[in-house]
């Protein structure tokens, strides 16, 4: 018997690497007739460098996410996926995407995509992917290319 994804988790930042990792879950989500969770995770430690916390800035990203998180859950709808839910969480998203999120809603398939970092940084910060990949008890889907199995092309700048 093939395997069933039931519930699949996709991280959505607004980056295109997300992009690209919502249409693959999107397209899975609609093969194996599965819910799509959308989670958006606002890491609390970028607002510890800033003097005084601005609660302003909280709110705006809790805006931004929310909208967001709107336009992909219609997205995934019109595509015709038939059960959507969206969160926000707010904390470090490695361990939120990893274990926290997984185990309390069930999920069997986190997709992700895939990061920009260099070594260097992976060495000192370490990639959401990478952490998850390691960690995760479920299926993850590193995404690296489009819904056509394509290098996305790259933006000169």
Do not use: W
């Not at 607002?47 to 005084?52: E, H, I």
């Amino acid at each position: 018997m093939l395997q069933q994804y039931q519930k699949i988790m996709v991280a959505v930042d607004g980056s295109n690497e997300a992009e690209l990792a919502f249409q693959k879950a999107v397209n899975i989500a609609r093969r194996n007739n599965a819910s799509l969770l959308l989670v958006h995770v606002i890491d609390t430690r970028a607002f510890q460098d800033v003097n005084s916390f601005d609660s302003m800035l909280a709110e705006q990203a809790t805006d931004l996410a929310k909208q967001s998180l709107s336009d992909y859950s219609e997205n995934a709808k019109n595509e015709g996926v038939e059960s959507v839910e969206t969160t926000i969480e707010y904390g470090s998203p490695k361990i939120i995407i990893a274990k926290q999120i997984p185990e309390d809603q069930n999920v069997d398939l986190i997709i992700l995509g895939a990061t920009g970092l260099n070594a260097v940084e992976r060495l000192f910060i370490g990639s959401v992917s990478e952490y998850v990949t390691r960690n995760a008890l479920c299926d993850v889907l590193i995404v690296r290319t489009d819904a056509e199995n394509k290098q996305p092309e790259i933006e000169e700048g």
